[in-house]
């Protein structure tokens, strides 16, 4: 047999139907190159002492003793599993098996170990502020991906995430001050996000406008009036347009004394709470109700909805608003979700890492989440190497998300295909 990095296999016997197989190479190459990272960490850039992961704080009701490990110690056995794992995967490929998703993740984890306490050598690792950081930081990505995801399995690209997260940043910041409750500022944030999708819509559903171009006409446009806005009126005017309150936070009565997982998911503002009921929401809705199947199937086969009686623009349309509706929502974290005043631009391209959280999570609710806070974690894991003095140089950290956006965009962690109408206007016939 001839095998390639991605080749399929058709073998047959006689009287037999034929079975093909696809012989993909993307993981075993993917765990090879981590595990030579690790390895080259190992060998050439050793680092002395221990490193002590904090798992509690002293304001805990319950303390979780710290773990201490000896950072070379660890980092070889870490190259060492990771070697097994990336032996283990290219047998399966030889024998024509996939990969499976637990061995990803335990490589993942496992590589993580190793370079955290290869990196935190002779320091403390706070982690449960790594963590609760790591989870601040993923929410407007997860409303983002949220919104990519509604949009693309009805089969809308919705390259407007950025705008629609800016556009409510801003409202809910101007509504926000001027009513001194965040949570008119909420509500307008919604709205603005609505109306950003409701464009979006409108132009690629019912004109026909190539929709990548129209989401990145509109995110030029939001990024356009609200820095001119804030030059021109929020500027001069802070003290009353530009002074946002913020949701307080809201500790949930045991829950958020439970020993690590309490800090981290249960001692957050009132946006994050109505951000795990979204993914639930969503989650349910799509593969569990009927409006979740009309959705896919104008998504994957428009024509064949059409022929059963469902309205494909109609329903394409309304739900593209829904996603600019949650993307607007998740504007309220740069602003009243964290006590920041409005400034230009300040989502910083959080909607294409949501975009790109949205493919890596293979159109899935739950797993562009967890792809979100992949994301949220590399963010906030520079930071906490900084405060901690790691030699790991903050711009590689910076780009990690990136890189691994690279990886699974390509295949490395998984197929992605896309709903098969995804980005197709449909024009009845």
Same mark, same amino acid.
């Given at each position: 047999?001839?095998?390639?990095?991605? /080749?399929?296999?058709?073998? *047959?016997?006689? @009287?037999?139907?034929?079975?093909?197989?696809?012989?993909?190479?993307?993981?075993?190459?993917?765990?090879?190159?981590?595990?030579?990272?690790?390895? !080259?960490?190992?060998?050439?850039?050793?680092?002395? @002492?221990?490193?002590?992961?904090?798992?509690?704080?002293?304001?805990?009701?319950?303390?979780?003793?710290?773990?201490?490990?000896?950072?070379?110690?660890?980092?070889?056995?870490?190259?060492?599993? +990771?070697?097994?794992?990336?032996?283990?995967?290219?047998?399966?490929?030889?024998?024509?098996?996939?990969?499976? +998703?637990?061995?990803?993740? +335990?490589?993942?984890?496992?590589?993580?170990?190793?370079?955290?306490?290869?990196?935190?050598? @002779?320091?403390?690792?706070?982690?449960?502020?790594?963590?609760?950081?790591?989870? *601040?930081?993923?929410?407007?990505?997860?409303?983002?991906?949220?919104?990519?995801?509604?949009?693309?399995?009805?089969?809308?690209?919705?390259?407007?995430?950025?705008?629609? /997260? /800016?556009?409510?940043?801003?409202?809910?910041?101007?509504?926000?001050?001027?009513?001194?409750?965040?949570?008119?500022?909420?509500?307008?944030?919604?709205?603005?996000?609505?109306?950003?999708?409701?464009?979006?819509?409108?132009? *690629?559903?019912?004109?026909?406008?190539?929709?990548?171009?129209?989401?990145?006409? +509109?995110?030029?446009?939001?990024?356009?009036?609200?820095?001119? &806005?804030?030059?021109?009126?929020?500027?001069?005017?802070?003290?009353?347009?530009?002074?946002?309150?913020?949701?307080?936070?809201?500790?949930?009565?045991? $829950? #958020?004394?439970?020993?690590?997982?309490?800090?981290? /998911?249960?001692?957050?503002?009132?946006?994050?709470?109505?951000?795990?009921?979204?993914?639930?929401?969503?989650?349910?809705?799509?593969?569990?109700?009927?409006?979740?199947?009309?959705?896919?199937?104008?998504?994957?086969?428009?024509?064949?909805?059409?022929?059963?009686?469902?309205?494909?623009?109609?329903?394409?349309?309304?739900?593209?608003?829904?996603?600019?509706?949650?993307?607007?929502?998740?504007?309220?974290?740069?602003?009243?979700?964290? @006590?920041?005043?409005?400034?230009?631009?300040?989502?910083?391209? !959080?909607?294409?890492?949501? $975009?790109?959280?949205?493919?890596? #999570?293979?159109?899935?609710?739950?797993?562009?989440?967890?792809?979100?806070?992949?994301?949220? &974690?590399?963010?906030?894991?520079?930071?906490?190497?900084?405060?901690?003095?790691?030699?790991?140089?903050?711009?590689?950290?910076?780009?990690?998300?990136?890189?691994?956006?690279?990886?699974?965009?390509?295949?490395?962690?998984?197929?992605?295909?896309?709903?098969?109408?995804?980005?197709?206007?449909?024009?009845? *016939?």
């Amino acid at each position: 047999m001839t095998t390639n990095t991605d /080749l399929p296999h058709v073998a *047959s016997q006689p @009287g037999a139907l034929s079975t093909t197989f696809v012989t993909s190479w993307k993981a075993p190459i993917a765990f090879g190159i981590f595990t030579v990272i690790a390895l !080259a960490l190992a060998v050439f850039a050793p680092r002395s @002492g221990d490193t002590i992961y904090r798992w509690s704080r002293e304001t805990d009701a319950i303390q979780v003793p710290d773990l201490v490990v000896p950072a070379m110690a660890a980092l070889w056995a870490v190259v060492a599993l +990771l070697a097994v794992a990336t032996l283990y995967s290219v047998l399966l490929v030889r024998s024509e098996r996939r990969v499976p +998703l637990w061995l990803t993740i +335990l490589f993942a984890i496992a590589f993580m170990f190793g370079f955290l306490s290869w990196a935190g050598a @002779g320091a403390d690792l706070p982690m449960v502020g790594l963590l609760y950081g790591s989870l *601040s930081l993923a929410v407007p990505l997860i409303y983002g991906s949220l919104a990519g995801v509604i949009g693309e399995r009805a089969g809308v690209v919705n390259i407007a995430i950025e705008g629609q /997260l /800016l556009a409510g940043a801003f409202t809910a910041a101007v509504v926000a001050s001027i009513t001194g409750n965040p949570w008119p500022g909420l509500v307008a944030a919604m709205v603005a996000g609505l109306l950003v999708g409701m464009v979006l819509a409108m132009f *690629s559903i019912k004109y026909y406008v190539d929709q990548v171009i129209v989401g990145v006409v +509109l995110n030029v446009l939001v990024i356009g009036l609200t820095s001119f &806005f804030y030059s021109q009126v929020l500027a001069p005017n802070a003290a009353t347009l530009n002074t946002p309150p913020r949701f307080e936070r809201l500790p949930i009565p045991i $829950l #958020g004394d439970i020993p690590i997982i309490g800090p981290v /998911l249960f001692r957050h503002t009132v946006v994050v709470y109505i951000m795990y009921i979204a993914v639930a929401l969503v989650y349910v809705g799509l593969f569990h109700t009927r409006w979740g199947l009309r959705v896919r199937a104008v998504g994957e086969h428009p024509q064949a909805a059409d022929t059963v009686g469902i309205n494909v623009n109609r329903t394409r349309f309304w739900n593209v608003t829904l996603a600019g509706a949650i993307a607007g929502l998740g504007g309220t974290f740069f602003t009243i979700g964290s @006590g920041i005043a409005f400034n230009r631009e300040m989502t910083a391209g !959080a909607g294409f890492i949501a $975009l790109a959280a949205v493919i890596f #999570g293979q159109w899935d609710p739950i797993k562009a989440t967890l792809a979100a806070l992949l994301f949220g &974690f590399a963010s906030n894991l520079q930071n906490t190497l900084s405060v901690i003095g790691s030699p790991v140089p903050s711009e590689f950290m910076l780009m990690l998300p990136y890189v691994v956006t690279i990886f699974a965009v390509a295949g490395f962690v998984g197929n992605s295909r896309p709903p098969a109408a995804d980005g197709k206007p449909y024009i009845k *016939s």
